[in-house]
């Protein structure tokens, strides 16, 4: 049982590259979320998903998308890089979906991809 | 003003001792508390909920305060393995972000 696959551990692009940070989980949970992570801040949500087609924006949503065609995957897309980017990525899963109210809800986390923009 | 605050650290402490944090939180809708733990450039796992009567987990001690809007976590008995950054999390039903979480507070446990 892998839980939550992040691809790539590591990443380094210039700004104004595009690339797509992969998740991937196999534990069929309804619930997908992308976090970002930087230095003094807490975790902060970019998009989150609540089932196969439905997806919606976090806190910081600006410079990225998202789509989810599968319960499995949840792929991050950066369209134009920029340095304000570089942080460490985090995809994290639950099993409810609609009904994810961060009750009682244990988050799975991937390992994290730590990415730079120069 | 963060809407969950946290003491950043870091806690220096000896093995053996006892230590513990405190989390702020300003919205009072805010419902359902957690901590998570997070070990250097790793994934945030979550150590524990916070009950509103309090709730103890081997070493781990949580307390929830809602009248002056504050969470505890009391670590007896500290391990080297206890050596992580604690995360405050706090969970609001008003909001689509469901949870937000602290910045964190660093524990070094020396021998």
């Known amino acids: 049982n892998a839980g939550v696959t992040q691809t790539p551990k590591f990443q380094v692009l210039k700004t104004g590259q595009s690339m797509t940070l992969q998740c991937a989980q196999d534990?069929?949970?309804?619930?997908m979320s992308w976090y970002r992570q930087d230095p003094g801040m807490g975790l902060r949500l970019i998009h989150y998903?609540?089932?196969?087609?439905?997806?919606d924006q976090g806190e910081v949503p600006n410079g990225y998308n998202v789509s989810r065609s599968t319960t499995e995957d949840f792929p991050l897309r950066l369209l134009s890089a920029a340095p304000s980017q570089t942080s460490v990525y985090f995809c994290?899963?639950?099993?409810?979906?609609?009904?994810?109210?961060?009750?009682?809800?244990?988050?799975?986390f991937g390992s994290g991809t730590q990415l730079s923009v120069l | 003003r963060k809407e969950v605050e946290q003491d950043p650290g870091p806690f220096n402490v000896p093995e053996g001792a006892t230590v513990a944090f405190n989390c702020t939180y300003s919205?009072?809708?805010?419902?359902?508390f957690f901590w998570y733990r997070q070990d250097c450039r790793k994934e945030p796992k979550l150590l524990m909920s916070?009950?509103?009567s309090g709730n103890e987990d081997g070493r781990f001690t949580a307390q929830l305060n809602r009248a002056s809007q504050y969470i505890s976590l009391l670590i007896r008995d500290s391990k080297l393995s206890d050596s992580a950054t604690y995360l405050c999390?706090?969970?609001?039903?008003?909001?689509?972000?469901?949870?937000?979480f602290g910045s964190g507070t660093r524990l070094l446990v020396r021998p």
């Open positions: 534990m069929n949970h309804e619930y």
């Open positions: 919205n009072s809708a805010s419902q359902s």
């Open positions: 994290a899963s639950s099993p409810q979906g609609a009904a994810f109210n961060g009750a009682n809800e244990k988050l799975f």
């Open positions: 999390v706090v969970s609001r039903m008003d909001s689509s972000y469901k949870l937000i």
């Open positions: 998903s609540v089932g196969a087609g439905i997806t």
């Open positions: 916070v009950y509103s």
